[in-house]
C-alpha cells in the first residue's frame, strides 16, 4: 500500500511538473508570436485567463468542496461502486457548467467592457473577439475538474495530473503555426489595427481547443473504470445539500477571495489602455501590463506549487489526526516542520527571483530587452512575498485540520476587503505606467499580512508553536541565500549581464543559458553556505534522498 501511494505521489509530482514547465514554454511562445508589453498580448492575456478567473469564482469551490466528497462517500459506500450516484452526479456538474458557459458567453460584451476600463474602442473589440472564443472554456474547465475527481476517488491518479500537459502542448502547436504562417512579433509587430482572423483562430481558439483535449482526454481512463456512467437524472434525496451546508464556509471563503483576486485582475488591465501613450513619449516608454503581471506571478508561485503543497499535503494528515486525538503538540511539531522545511527551499527561491530577474524577464520578453526589463521590474517586487505565500497556506491548514472553516473565512475576508481597497486606490492614484508594480506589492503585501494575521490567531489556539526556531531556520537560510545570490550576481556581472547589450540580453538562449549557469553556482553554493551555518534540517532533509541515490 505504501509502494502504491509513493507511486501515485510520483506520477501526480512528475505531472504537475511537467505542465507547469510546458506552461512556461508556452508563455515564452506567446511573448515571441505577439510580445510581452505589447496590445495584442496584454489583449489576450486579459481573454484568456478570464474564462479561469469566472471558473473558480462560481464553480470551483462547489466542486471541490461538495461533489468531490460525494464521489468519494459513494464508491465506498454503494453496491454498484457509486455508478449510479455518480453518472447522476457528473450528469446535474456538465449540464450546470453548460448552462453558466451559455449564460457569460451571451454576456461576453458587458462582462469585457466592465473588465477592460479606459481601453480604446479597437483595443475592446479585439478582446471581445479573444473572450468569445476562450470564454466557452469555462465549460470544459468544469468537466475536466469533475472527471478528473472521479477517477482520483477510483485511485487513477496520474491522468488527472497529466491531462493539462496535453492542453500546454496543443497550445504550444498553435503557437508554432502562428509564428510560422505570420513572423515573430519582433518581426512583424503585429497590432490591433492588422489583425486578422487566421491570427484569431491559431492564438485564441487553439488555446480553448488546448482546454477541450485535457477535459476530452478524461473520457478513456473514465470508461475502463467499468462504472457504466452515463448521463442519468432524478437528483432529489442524493444528499447535495446537506454537502453544501457542511462545506458553506469553504464555499464562501473561496467566492470572497476570488471577487477580490478578480478586482485586482480588472485593475491590472487599465495600463493597456496608456500603452500607446507613452509609447508615443518622448522618450518611448514600456509600460508593465498584465502579461507582465502574471507571468511575474507564475514565478513566484513556482516554489510554492511544487515543493509548498508538496509539504502541506504530506503533513496536513498529521495535523489532521493530532487534532482529531487533541494532540496540540503533534499539531505544533507538524506546522513547525512545515514551515521550517518550506522556508529553506522558498528562501532561496527568493534570492534568485530577485538577483537574477533580468534574464527571467529577457526569457519571457520575445527576445526584446526592454520588454525583458520591465518583466523583471515586477518580478523583483513580487518576489518578496514568496514564502510568505506557502507560510499563510499552512497557517490556514492548522485550522482546516481542526474542522474549523471559520477562521480562515474571517482572514480571507478582512484581506480581501483591504485588496479591493487598494485595487480602488490604484486605480484613482497611481499613474499607469506604476499600477502593475503596485499590484505585485499588493501581492506581496497580502502574503506577509496573512502570515502575521494567521500566527497570533494560531498562538491563541495552539499556542507556541516553536517560533524562535522557525525564525532560527529562516534567518540562516536568508544569510546562505544573500551569499550565494550575491555570488551569483557576481558571475551574472562577468557574463556582461548588468550590461542591457551584455550576452544574457542577446536573445532567448542566451538568457536560459545564463539562468543554467547561475543556478548551478547558487545552489552549489547555497548548500556548502547551510551546512557551514550548521542548519539541523539540512541532514533530515537529505538523508531519504541519498538513500534513494545509493540504492
Not at 239 to 257: D, F, I, P, R, Y
Not at 407 to 418: E, H, R
Not at 470 to 483: E, I, K, N, Q, Y
Amino acid at each position: 500500500m505504501a509502494r502504491s501511494g509513493a507511486v501515485s505521489s510520483a506520477i501526480m509530482a512528475s505531472g504537475t511538473l511537467v505542465s507547469r514547465i510546458l506552461g512556461f514554454v508556452k508563455l515564452m511562445l506567446i511573448a515571441v508570436a505577439i510580445g510581452s508589453t505589447t496590445d495584442p498580448s496584454n489583449i489576450f492575456n486579459a481573454a484568456n485567463n478570464l474564462p479561469n478567473l469566472l471558473y473558480v469564482l462560481i464553480a470551483a469551490g462547489v466542486f471541490n468542496s461538495v461533489l468531490v466528497p460525494q464521489v468519494i462517500k459513494a464508491s465506498k459506500n454503494s453496491d454498484d461502486d457509486g455508478a449510479d450516484y455518480i453518472s447522476r452526479l457528473t450528469t446535474l456538474a456538465v449540464l450546470a457548467m453548460a448552462l453558466i458557459t451559455v449564460v457569460i458567453v451571451l454576456l461576453t460584451v458587458p462582462i469585457m467592457t466592465v473588465m477592460t476600463p479606459g481601453w480604446g474602442e479597437a483595443q475592446r473589440s479585439l478582446a471581445i473577439t479573444f473572450a468569445s472564443f476562450t470564454l466557452p472554456q469555462i465549460f470544459f474547465y468544469g468537466v475536466y475538474t469533475v472527471m478528473g475527481q472521479v477517477l482520483n476517488a477510483k485511485g487513477a491518479f496520474g491522468w488527472f495530473m497529466w491531462a493539462p500537459a496535453l492542453n500546454n502542448v496543443i497550445a504550444i502547436l498553435g503557437l508554432l503555426v502562428f509564428i510560422q504562417q505570420f513572423g515573430t512579433y519582433a518581426e512583424a509587430q503585429h497590432g490591433v489595427d492588422t489583425w486578422t482572423n487566421g491570427q484569431t483562430f491559431w492564438l485564441a481558439t487553439m488555446s480553448t481547443v488546448g482546454v477541450a483535449s485535457q477535459a476530452v482526454v478524461l473520457i478513456w481512463p473514465l470508461r475502463r473504470l467499468g462504472l457504466d456512467i452515463r448521463p442519468k437524472f432524478g437528483w432529489r434525496g442524493i444528499g447535495l445539500s446537506q454537502a453544501a451546508k457542511l462545506s458553506g464556509w469553504t464555499l464562501v471563503t473561496g467566492v470572497v477571495a476570488n471577487l477580490a483576486f478578480l478586482a485586482l485582475a480588472r485593475t491590472a488591465n487599465i495600463p493597456n489602455g496608456y500603452t500607446q501613450q507613452y509609447l508615443d513619449a518622448d522618450p518611448p516608454q514600456m509600460i508593465a501590463g498584465n502579461f507582465a503581471l502574471d507571468t511575474a506571478t507564475m514565478l513566484y508561485a513556482l516554489p510554492h506549487g511544487v515543493i509548498g503543497l508538496s509539504i502541506a499535503t504530506v503533513l496536513f494528515n498529521t495535523m489532521a489526526a493530532a487534532a482529531a486525538d487533541s494532540n496540540t503538540a503533534g499539531v505544533n511539531a507538524a506546522l513547525s516542520k512545515a514551515l521550517r522545511y518550506s522556508g529553506i527551499a522558498n528562501v532561496f527561491f527568493m534570492a534568485c527571483l530577485i538577483a537574477y530577474a533580468g534574464p527571467l524577464g529577457m526569457l519571457f520578453s520575445g527576445g526584446i530587452p526592454e520588454s525583458g526589463a520591465v518583466i523583471g521590474q515586477v518580478v523583483v517586487v513580487i518576489a518578496i512575498g514568496a514564502p510568505f505565500l506557502t507560510c499563510a497556506f499552512l497557517f490556514g491548514r492548522v485550522f482546516y485540520a481542526q474542522e474549523d472553516a471559520r477562521t480562515p473565512f474571517a482572514v480571507q475576508l478582512f484581506i480581501s476587503v483591504l485588496t479591493v481597497a487598494a485595487a480602488f486606490a490604484i486605480q484613482h492614484w497611481v499613474a499607469p505606467n506604476h499600477m502593475i508594480f503596485a499590484i505585485a506589492a499588493c501581492y506581496a503585501g497580502q502574503n506577509i499580512l496573512s502570515t502575521v494575521i494567521y500566527h497570533f490567531l494560531a498562538v491563541r489556539r495552539i499556542g507556541d508553536y516553536g517560533l524562535g526556531e522557525v525564525l532560527d531556520t529562516h534567518v540562516r537560510s536568508l544569510g546562505a541565500a544573500v551569499v550565494a545570490a550575491g555570488l551569483g550576481t557576481g558571475v551574472l556581472w562577468l557574463m556582461g549581464g548588468w550590461s542591457s547589450d551584455g550576452w544574457p540580453w542577446s536573445n532567448l538562449f542566451t538568457a536560459l543559458s545564463t539562468l543554467a549557469v547561475l543556478g548551478i553556482v547558487t545552489a552549489v553554493v547555497y548548500l556548502i553556505m547551510l551546512k557551514m551555518l550548521g542548519l539541523k534540517e539540512l541532514p533530515e532533509l537529505a538523508r531519504p534522498i541519498l538513500a534513494r541515490l545509493k540504492r
